[in-house]
């Protein structure tokens, strides 16, 4: 299972496009990269998932590299409400098995 | 439709008493999955069941922790003669096989404290 390293912690205002990058250099071929997001006393909810290039949904973008060793999900204009803890993960395939979970990274968006 | 839901909620218990905390899946999802969750920390694996049996439980950190799914749907995980370390947030999740995302759906959870 390829191991992720992210960012403890992101502070931001609110309007503001966020960025946070993933580093996943041992990314296997079949491993797809998957980003949940998690207010507290929920539980993690799904936001992404790519291969590779570009992805964009209604919430967020993703973007991935070539070498696909790194990922960065981008939050366009921020708001208070997008305080949480964002988790990047990689998993075998398009998900599914042991879906293994890091520390995260805790966005704060200030007003 | 409805969500995971998990029960209780919350829990109170003390020190070496027995604990089940029960989880109803999303109707139709074949997959499911326990984390515990302790503050500050990312959800930690603990088993996954595909179906009724337990595909990977690599996760349960010692004999007092077991999973049933007897019927493919509702699962429980067990909890014997608890102790403190084992207060946490414990997270349901349940995902269908065959999908083209690795969307797991989670529960709210439910929160354990060991006194």
């Known amino acids: 299972l390829a191991k992720t390293t992210q960012p403890i912690s992101m502070d931001s205002y609110e309007g503001q496009e966020v960025n946070i990058t993933c580093s996943h250099n041992?990314?296997?071929?079949?491993?797809?990269i998957t980003w949940y997001q998690q207010f507290p006393s929920q539980g993690p909810r799904f936001i992404i998932q790519g291969y590779k290039t570009k992805v964009t949904n209604e919430v967020a973008s993703l973007f991935i590299p070539a070498d696909r060793k790194s990922s960065t999900l981008s939050l366009p204009r921020v708001s208070l409400s997008d305080t949480a803890v964002y988790y990047c993960l990689v998993l075998w395939g398009t998900g599914g098995f042991k879906t293994i979970f890091g520390a995260g990274t805790r966005l704060f968006v200030k007003a | 439709g409805a969500g995971v839901s998990q029960t209780p909620s919350n829990k109170v218990t003390e020190k070496g008493k027995y604990v089940e905390l029960r989880c109803d899946p999303i109707?139709?999802?074949?997959?499911l999955y326990w984390y515990r969750q302790s503050l500050g920390q990312g959800p930690e694996f603990l088993i996954y069941?595909?179906?009724?049996?337990?595909?990977?439980d690599s996760g349960l950190p010692n004999d007092r922790f077991f999973a049933v799914r007897p019927e493919g749907s509702v699962s429980t995980l067990k909890i014997q003669r608890t102790e403190r370390g084992d207060s946490a947030v414990y997270l349901c999740a349940s995902s269908a096989t065959g999908q083209n995302t690795g969307e797991l759906f989670f529960g709210e959870g439910s929160r354990l404290t060991v006194l």
């Open positions: 041992n990314i296997a071929t079949n491993d797809y």
């Open positions: 109707s139709g999802h074949t997959a």
């Open positions: 069941f595909q179906g009724t049996g337990a595909a990977d």
